[in-house]
């Protein structure tokens, strides 16, 4: 006499997967196996390709979309003004986009022409609630002609300093600075003045915008709601 001790496959419930799909109610090891032939995930909860893993990366990383950068208000190459007809005392804020944790060390700005008497001059970063993250030392002495003309890569004090998103769409404001001046150094600006750079923007998201802060040594929060728009954006970016 023989003993069958053969198990159907579907011989109790969740103990295996049939070739036409099913649910598991555990972890599956694949042993150092791969999984092929898998389709693109739509949903939030669907397994990601290889293929969309790399898109998704070069997505949150900045640095591969910004000449090696993290960001930058807008491509340099569009830069063609030299401008800066702000007051003294005025923090003036440019948006950059912030859409993952990043960690930034340096804010960068193009002078084009030096300044006059001036003091308390800085870059900056800010959150998009209007927090101060960091500014740079202070610039007076440089932009008013001990320096040179040109670029500009400046260490944020006490950096470098993790940004994280506060929600969606998500960004942070670069920032210069000038306390007092009888002329204001001027950088570079994009090309043209017009509303359009802050179209559809809320006055608490705008994209470029100027704020006072009286003369000051040491910057403090800013308030988005009290902002005052710009026609043009500066260049600006971060690393």
């Given at each position: 006499?023989?003993?069958?001790?053969?198990?159907?496959?579907?011989?109790?419930?969740?103990?295996?997967?049939?070739?036409?799909?099913?649910a598991l109610?555990?972890?599956?090891?694949?042993?150092?196996?791969?999984?092929?032939?898998?389709a693109?995930?739509t949903?939030?909860?669907?397994?990601?390709?290889?293929?969309?893993?790399?898109?998704?990366?070069?997505?949150?990383?900045?640095?591969?979309?910004y000449?090696?950068?993290?960001?930058?208000?807008?491509?340099?190459?569009?830069?063609?003004?030299?401008?800066?007809?702000?007051?003294?005392?005025?923090?003036i804020?440019?948006?950059i986009?912030?859409?993952?944790?990043?960690?930034?060390?340096?804010?960068?700005?193009?002078?084009?022409?030096?300044?006059?008497?001036i003091?308390?001059?800085?870059?900056?970063?800010?959150?998009s609630?209007?927090?101060?993250?960091?500014?740079?030392?202070?610039?007076?002495?440089?932009?008013?002609?001990?320096?040179?003309?040109?670029?500009?890569?400046?260490?944020?004090?006490?950096?470098?300093?993790?940004?994280?998103?506060?929600?969606?769409?998500?960004?942070?404001w670069?920032?210069?600075?000038?306390?007092?001046?009888?002329?204001?150094p001027?950088?570079?600006?994009?090309?043209?003045?017009?509303?359009?750079?802050?179209?559809?923007?809320?006055?608490a998201?705008?994209?470029?915008?100027?704020?006072?802060?009286?003369?000051?040594?040491?910057l403090?929060?800013?308030?988005?709601?009290?902002?005052?728009?710009?026609a043009?954006?500066?260049?600006?970016?971060?690393?």
């Amino acid at each position: 006499m023989s003993l069958n001790i053969e198990v159907p496959y579907n011989q109790g419930a969740g103990l295996y997967l049939p070739l036409t799909g099913g649910a598991l109610t555990g972890p599956l090891a694949l042993g150092a196996n791969k999984i092929t032939g898998l389709a693109n995930g739509t949903a939030v909860t669907d397994a990601a390709t290889f293929g969309q893993v790399q898109t998704t990366e070069a997505a949150l990383n900045p640095a591969l979309q910004y000449n090696d950068l993290l960001g930058w208000t807008f491509d340099g190459g569009a830069a063609g003004c030299a401008y800066n007809n702000q007051g003294a005392a005025y923090v003036i804020l440019n948006r950059i986009p912030l859409p993952a944790a990043i960690t930034v060390t340096n804010v960068l700005i193009n002078l084009t022409v030096f300044g006059v008497t001036i003091t308390h001059s800085f870059l900056a970063i800010f959150n998009s609630a209007g927090t101060i993250i960091g500014q740079t030392a202070d610039q007076s002495t440089a932009w008013m002609g001990g320096g040179a003309l040109g670029l500009y890569t400046l260490p944020l004090v006490g950096g470098p300093y993790l940004c994280a998103p506060l929600g969606a769409n998500d960004f942070l404001w670069a920032a210069f600075y000038c306390g007092t001046g009888a002329t204001r150094p001027s950088f570079s600006q994009s090309q043209g003045n017009s509303p359009i750079p802050v179209a559809g923007c809320t006055t608490a998201r705008l994209r470029c915008a100027y704020i006072n802060q009286s003369n000051t040594a040491t910057l403090g929060n800013i308030s988005p709601a009290g902002l005052t728009a710009l026609a043009a954006p500066y260049w600006m970016a971060i690393s």
